[in-house]
């Protein structure tokens, strides 16, 4: 009996580990061989290290990847002050009836793709957009002003892009939380900082923990909107990545540069991970 | 139950039959935006019964997409003459093309000539061309009348006006205006690396004058015609399609040449269709379907015949932009050799990065 369960687990199980095996292993072996080629100064193929080397060595990489990083995790924190009201709302104001409507209207923009969403945004944003053409007609305006192609409107575009993925396990954890946990620190006299610090914070933890990590690496990895959104001072490390792979056609370097990315963005989670006191395991149940 | 678990399989079995059987022969083209106008490969597939599907691109994407098949995935490919001799030369992502299965006497003969020399590889050549054109200056001259030549685009009287990409050609562009000749240097990478980090350094040092680095085509041509943008870098056949539209804008050949390219059709290597392929070129070299090609999308055509069939517009346009001095100045991109794209990626990441 007990062998019986155990084939049939197999059986279950062949297609997941295929998936991985040759979608996701196999592709990333080939990557990591590819980023230690290099060609020497004759054009041979050669086993080298110089691909790492050139993050390092050149300012330009290691800025770019800073500067990606940094704005990553402001993303990730403006994500959370934007969502976390709004999931609170959702869940412990407002009436139980409306909760699950509120919340699909919350999901409603994510039906349409990122690429549509950020189109919107922009024809919003330009000189000769729809704001500046409401502000001018006000009379707000003499000049019309370019809001578009600078760092604010593409951290603006980054927030609205992964505000979801912030929204859901927010919304999933503070449901499971029992009002009565408020209603007794209340009524012995603590004070509605006290609560949200000290009740609501905690409790949440595990949510906020999976949607800072889900939307820290979305930001990382964006491509599109700092793209399109952000103008000439924009260079993100995912561009970096794909200049490499299509406008030098240096694929080694570019593979590197995608496992330094790997790398560091573990790193990072790692670090924030233990600075919180949270564990990897408890934020993804 | 048993025997509707029949019945449904061999509904299902006769379903797989028939789909197999009315499988369409198929050409999968890897082109850029407007090279397949609607009209015409409506055309083609009642013609041949070929089903023509569409996969737009540019040449560095291209490139890539059929370095990583080893040169499978299409059948019929569209790089610019330039970016095929060096490329092939490495990744081999091509396949001959036989000159006897093209109908030659379609092309203009010396532009076929030019590119069979350009895209040689041994005794072999790669390519037969579809169209050309050139780049230059896309310019309001409603706002910027005295933008005459690339360095325009370092001009502070037009700051928060000026766009263009951040590609190859705008730093071959400036390196004419300098009175530097890029494509002399293209066999020496040294001297080029020294030249264009000349190039770079001035387009940092002109980097806060820019609205934006556009992204494509369409986002150039909607900067334009919205006026944001007074003087850009980009192609002829995008200043004349806004000068339909506003008779401000037009395309301008600067003064220290405009860059001409010759775009053309070559066969990958694993193509699975090359009969396809081979008649759609001609196909598309038809006077009458070039015409309408250039026609639409105002590109200039390989096609010998179609002069006749195009609109009076087409000519105009070209009379406007281009002086007889014009026409003889304009530089046409000799073929790439290898490693020049790592120097010009690494200047143009810096131009980026700077602040």
């Known amino acids: 009996m007990r062998r019986e369960t155990k084939i049939g687990l197999y059986i279950f199980l062949a297609p997941v580990l295929m998936w991985l095996l040759l979608l996701i292993v196999v592709p990333h072996i080939d990557l990591f061989i590819m980023s230690l080629r290099g060609e020497d ?71 349409v793709s990122e690429l549509v969403r950020v189109y919107g945004w922009m024809i919003l944003l330009r000189e000769s957009g729809v704001i500046n053409h409401l502000l001018l007609g006000m009379g707000l305006l003499e000049q019309p002003v370019e809001l578009l192609y600078n760092d604010v409107s593409m951290v603006m575009g980054l927030v609205y892009t992964s505000m979801l993925f912030m929204a859901v396990p927010l ?19 603590a004070s509605k900082l006290t609560i949200f610090l000290r009740i609501v914070i905690p409790y949440a933890a595990p949510g906020i923990t999976s949607g800072a990590i889900v939307v820290f690496m979305l930001t990382l990895g964006n491509y599109l909107t700092p793209n399109l959104m952000g103008g000439k001072n924009s260079l993100w490390f995912t561009e970096q990545i794909y200049n490499q792979f299509i406008a030098s056609f240096n694929w080694n370097q570019g593979a590197a540069f995608g496992f330094l990315l790997l790398l560091l963005s573990s790193l990072i989670i790692w670090a924030g991970l233990r600075l919180s006191r949270q564990d990897l395991g408890r934020a993804l149940t | 139950m048993k025997k509707t678990v029949l019945r449904a399989s061999i509904v299902l079995l006769a379903l797989a039959a028939s789909s197999t059987s009315m499988a369409q022969e198929t050409l999968r083209l890897l082109t850029w935006t407007g090279y397949a106008p609607k009209v015409l490969v409506e055309k083609f597939e009642k013609e041949t019964g070929i089903k023509v599907e569409l996969t737009y691109s540019n040449n560095e994407e291209m490139i890539a997409k059929l370095r990583a098949t080893r040169g499978a995935g299409f059948d019929l490919a569209q790089p610019s003459q330039d970016r095929i001799s060096a490329v092939q030369a490495k990744y081999k992502i091509y396949q ?8 030659a006497s379609q092309f203009i003969s010396s532009m076929l000539t030019a590119v069979q020399d350009n895209t040689k590889v041994g005794s072999d050549s790669f390519a037969a061309p579809f169209c050309y054109g050139t780049s230059g200056l896309i310019v309001n001259k409603a706002k910027a009348r005295n933008a005459k030549d690339y360095d325009a685009l370092l001009d502070p009287k037009y700051t928060g006006r000026i766009s263009y990409r951040l590609k190859r050609p705008t730093l071959i562009a400036l390196a004419f205006s300098n009175d530097y000749d890029p494509f002399a240097s293209y066999s020496d990478p040294k001297a ?6 000349k190039v770079g350094d001035r387009l940092i040092s002109g980097k806060p004058l820019v609205k934006n680095y556009y992204a494509n085509g369409d986002a150039l041509l909607e900067l334009m015609r919205s006026g944001e943008v007074h003087v850009a870098l980009g192609w002829d056949n995008g200043g004349w399609k806004l000068h339909d539209e506003n008779p401000d804008i037009d395309f301008v050949a600067p003064k220290s040449g405009a860059l ?96």
């Open chain 2, 192 to 197: 080029y690396k020294v030249l264009m980090e």
């Open chain 2, 96 to 103: 001959p093309m036989d000159y006897r299965k093209i109908d």
């Open chain 1, 171 to 189: 919304i999933s954890s503070l449901e499971g939380m029992d009002d009565n946990l408020i209603e007794a620190a209340h009524d012995l006299g």
């Open chain 1, 41 to 111: 100064d004759l054009g041979e193929a050669i086993w080298t290290l110089d691909n790492y080397h050139s993050f390092f060595s050149e300012r330009i990489y290691w800025l770019t990847f800073a500067r990606t990083a940094t704005y990553a995790l402001l993303v990730t924190l403006l994500t959370f002050l934007i969502t976390f009201p709004v999931a609170f709302y959702i869940t412990k104001v407002v009436h139980r009836r409306y909760s699950a409507f509120l919340t699909i209207l919350l999901l409603m923009p994510f039906w």
């Open chain 2, 260 to 355: 001409g390219w010759i775009d053309t059709f070559a066969i990958p290597a694993k193509s699975k269709n090359v009969e396809g392929a081979y008649k759609w070129i001609n196909f598309m070299l038809k006077p009458e379907n070039a015409a309408y090609f250039t026609n639409q999308e105002k590109y200039g055509t390989a096609s010998k015949g179609a002069n006749e069939f195009l609109d009076e517009s087409i000519r105009d346009n070209f009379t406007r932009s281009f002086s007889a001095a014009d026409i003889d100045n304009i530089k046409w991109y000799p073929p790439v050799p290898a490693k020049l794209e790592q120097i010009e990626g690494k200047i143009l990441d810096r131009v980026k990065a700077s602040r």
